[in-house]
């Protein structure tokens, strides 16, 4: 509507003359006035047109080259006399005239001028203003901070309504009655005298003598008497030793008072000591003890009861801790160091420790130790240096002295000892030994052998530092020797390590190495591995289905095979794998373990299961549906989308999951993203994802491109709760609650507003075909939208029934929309016609089913309370038949069907 704004832009350019009649010109219309040859051609094409009820456009052509201005005349009705109206500045060609009254006629004639007079009129330019019924209000809303009142408040989209009519229903949205009226341009009302812990629903239209607006969507509000809101926030604050200065948050408007609870050295014993006046925020206590911890609670209080407790606060009363005496340092090994003092403090709060390497100069914090402790061992030391440290104490009004410093050396020791020693037999006359170097400062490793006992231990050779293996050569055959292992440095020696034996007798083959096990179908699995040994006579393939307990021997072949094809294996099925090899002396030991899950070749069904999380179902047999796997998501899943081998996952709070699902029986987490807002519904486009993400997120659009690491490529604040959304051609279609919002998403680095519906109640969920949307409208039922046109989208057809009629999701196939609705189950509607939709039949459901997906000809339905997974077969022509049903999932919230 235009009103008042281009009034504003015109002041500067209308000359009106001191009385309202007719301006004076620099010159005249006398006949005899030798310049009057010289005076503006006039105006043509004179035209008036209606923009709204009280607005005129005036447009015109200048002829005129050399004029002044333009003098604008008026006549009311077709009777009296026209009347001057507004000069305008030169080249001017047309005026928006506001503020006319509705339902009247006015006529119009120009004429421009200038020094040598005025130009002749043009023709005479007719329009009459319109009156119509006015526009709906919005947003309107329903809140309660009194026992009895409720406040209404909505936003006026009208410029011509006479009044607002409220109407109320007590307890249900059946039995509206009218309440009162307000005066127009009104905008909030307080209605008072509710019953107590009632819920009131009310809405609002716009009247005029024309006719009344539709109704605003309905909004709530529960009456009841409330004591006042918990302080929070509490913050304790020492002033000094006898004072205490308590604030808060306060977060009511009826409160009376506030109690203060105060408990000494415990919070376990409070009681009241003081109370504060309504609306302070602060409260010095005084006659306290120093050295003493206090805690603080506090409530609200009024005549209907009290808040609950606010937050604990603690203060200590001020005193400066004294530095801790008897430091010592003592090295238990060449990494660890054990310091001890002793506490000569009644009231630190920790102790700094400080260290300094190589020298006693620089030293730099290296940890915060907790109060009353006296004694610290560090395990991380750096080997081979000389460590200096120094302690004090502190607390939170400060810091004693330090402590003496003391020094440690964790290179003046003996070694570490080396540990896992291990002996084996290569060949009939060498032994390899390893073993593990704990150490950073041995000189070198003794090395001791018994032959044929291990009692009688002959040092046979100084390994160097640093080593952990040692090949031992010239080893008689047919012989077991014992070995042990010690470090030595100048200040002394380790421990010896354990005792480790071996024989250099004839021996079983080394184990095969790296086995490796590929799915390369659905029944065919690839195996490969390395064989390491050179007296290998064959290897033996042992192989698991379904777990890792059951192995059975599948097939031997001859050593020089390292790799092996496997047919005819179950789909969606997990094997596990091991090799060994043998000769005349035995067996080796077993490989690795390799598993791998063979592939699927069917329909699954990815099922967003709330606080279960995802569900994955095998659906290829619709009367036999299995469940495959599932993945628990740490909040409450309630949508998901699924491209190529990755499933994405709308978690409520938690914002975006992606999960690898090319293992549909073990999904996996790969990467996240945690939206600003509650995460409703996810489409995906190419490398992006466009996630609903309600009142707080609005539309975020992620680049998926890189799954494991997602990143936001912008926000899109739209005016509601952004509740659903649907992706189609440049388009998005988003279910705002409120509203469709339709937006340019071309180019996924912007996006632009096009256009908007104002949905009656609440839109929940969006689905588009061609030019027709699907709006499934929690109150207002099932709306069918045109958006041919999207800059102007408009409702053009709609079907609810007389009783209630809660829609949740839609989707379209074919000339079908396919609504869940509350209390109803699936519901069938013909919108071939979309103007005049048509219920074709229903699937009842024992519960409440939450979102419907179109595969083929078959529809599945996912809900709670019972539904779990319905599947149905709607080929018949939009009559619906329930062909399978699986009750695993618990709390279904969404639904994907795909081919895999």
């Given amino acids: 509507m235009l009103r008042k704004t281009s009034i504003l832009i015109l002041i500067s350019l209308i000359f009106l003359s001191c009385d309202g009649n007719s301006p004076s010109s620099p010159d005249d219309n006398n006949p005899d006035n030798p310049h009057n040859n010289n005076r503006p051609p006039a105006p043509e094409e004179l035209q008036a047109t209606v923009i709204s009820e009280t607005v005129i456009f005036l447009t015109w052509r200048d002829m005129a080259d050399d004029e002044d201005g333009f003098d604008i005349y008026e006549q009311v009705g077709n009777e009296g006399e026209f009347n001057f109206l507004m000069r305008l500045a030169s080249n001017t060609d047309s005026i928006t005239l506001d503020d006319k009254e509705p339902v009247t006629e006015y006529y119009y004639r120009i004429r421009t001028f200038n020094i040598h007079g005025y130009s002749d009129f043009t023709e005479t330019a007719r329009a009459s203003t319109r009156e119509v019924a006015p526009t709906r209000p919005v947003d309107l809303r329903a809140w309660t901070d009194s026992e009895t009142d409720i406040i209404l408040s909505w936003r006026d989209r009208s410029a011509n309504e006479d009044g607002f009519q409220v109407f109320e229903s007590p307890g249900d949205t059946l039995n509206f009655q009218q309440l009162t009226s307000t005066a127009a341009d009104s905008t909030d009302l ?416 990815f099922v967003a299961d709330g606080q279960e999380g995802l569900m994955i179902f095998d659906v290829t047999d619709p009367t036999n549906s299995q469940l495959l796997g599932s993945y628990n998501t740490p909040f409450y899943a309630v949508d998901v989308a699924v491209s190529g081998y990755n499933a994405y996952v709308a978690d409520g709070l938690e914002g975006i999951l992606i999960l690898d699902i090319s293992i549909p029986t073990r999904p996996r987490l790969i990467g996240s993203y945690d939206t600003p807002g509650y995460a409703h519904a996810i489409e995906l486009r190419g490398d992006y994802a466009y996630v609903a993400d309600d009142q707080m997120g609005g539309i975020q659009v992620l680049d998926v491109s890189d799954p494991s690491r997602p990143r936001r490529v912008l926000s899109y604040d739209t005016p509601g709760q952004a509740m659903d959304l649907a992706l189609v051609g440049p388009y998005a279609y988003v279910a705002d609650y409120y509203s469709l919002q339709i937006l340019d998403i071309s180019n996924p680095g912007i996006i632009r507003y096009v256009g908007d519906y104002d949905s009656p109640g609440f839109a929940l969920d969006v689905d588009v075909v061609d030019s027709i949307a699907c709006v499934a409208d929690f109150v207002g039922g099932f709306c069918i939208v045109n958006v041919a046109d999207p800059t102007n989208p408009r409702r053009i057809g709609s079907y609810s029934r007389e009783v209630t009629y809660y829609p949740r999701k839609v989707s379209i196939s074919g000339s079908y929309a396919y609504f869940v609705v509350d209390g109803v189950g699936l519901h069938a509607i013909d919108i071939s016609d979309p103007t005049h939709p048509t219920p074709v039949d229903e699937f009842p459901v024992n519960g409440q089913a939450f979102d419907v997906a179109i595969h083929d000809s078959n529809a599945y339905i996912v809900g709670w309370q019972g539904v779990g997974m319905q599947i149905i077969d709607i080929s018949n022509g939009g009559w619906l038949h329930g062909i399978g049903a699986i009750y695993q999932p618990r709390d279904g919230q969404g639904i994907t069907v795909v081919e895999y």
């Fill in 190 to 605: 307080v209605i008072h005298d509710r019953e107590p812990q009632t819920t009131y629903y009310y809405r609002v239209r716009a009247v005029n003598a024309f006719g009344e607006s539709d109704y605003c969507h309905t909004a709530w509000a529960t009456a009841g008497s409330i004591p006042p809101q918990a302080p929070t926030n509490l913050r304790v604050r020492a002033l000094s030793d006898v004072e205490i200065e308590l604030s808060w948050q306060d977060n009511s408007l009826v409160e009376e008072y506030f109690e203060i609870f105060e408990s000494v050295g415990d919070s376990l014993d409070f009681r009241m000591v003081d109370s504060a006046s309504a609306d302070d925020t602060s409260r010095t206590l005084t006659g306290r003890e120093g050295n003493t911890t206090y805690f603080y609670k506090i409530r609200a209080v009024n005549g209907y009861g009290q808040s609950d407790y606010s937050n604990v606060g603690d203060v200590f009363t001020p005193g400066f801790p004294v530095p801790p005496v008897n430091f010592q340092a003592k090295v238990i090994s060449e990494s660890a160091i054990q310091l001890t003092w002793e506490d000569v403090n009644d009231y630190e709060s920790s102790y700094e420790l400080h260290e300094s390497l190589g020298d006693s100069l620089s030293f730099h914090w290296l940890m915060t130790i907790f109060a009353d402790e006296t004694s610290v061992t560090l395990t991380e030391c750096r080997s081979n240096t000389v460590h200096w440290f120094k302690l004090l104490a502190a607390n939170r009004y400060g810091q004693s002295g330090f402590s003496g410093t003391v020094r440690a050396s964790t290179a003046e020791i003996p070694p570490t000892a080396p540990v896992e020693l291990y002996a084996q037999a290569r060949e009939e006359t060498v032994i390899y030994l390893e073993w593990e170097d704990n150490s950073a400062i041995e000189e070198g490793f003794e090395v001791f052998e018994s032959q044929a006992d291990s009692l009688n231990f002959n040092l046979i050779m100084v390994a160097e530092p640093n080593t952990s293996l040692q090949i031992l050569t010239g080893r008689q055959a047919n012989t077991t020797y014992y070995y042990r292992v010690r470090a030595i440095n100048s200040y002394g020696r380790s421990h010896f390590t354990n005792t480790a034996r071996a024989s250099t007798a004839e021996l079983p083959p080394a184990a095969p190495e790296n086995l490796e096990a590929h799915a390369i179908s659905d029944t065919q699995v690839f195996l490969s591995w390395h064989n390491i040994s050179l007296n290998a006579d064959s290897i033996e393939i042992y192989e698991s289905e379904g777990d890792i307990g059951n192995y059975h021997l599948i097939s031997t072949l001859p050593a020089k095979y390292v790799c092996l094809t496997l047919g005819g294996r179950h789909q969606a099925t997990t094997y596990y794998y091991r090799v060994r090899a043998l000769n005349r002396y035995g067996y080796s030991f077993y490989s690795n373990t390799a598993s791998v899950t063979t592939h699927i070749n069917g329909i699954l069904a």
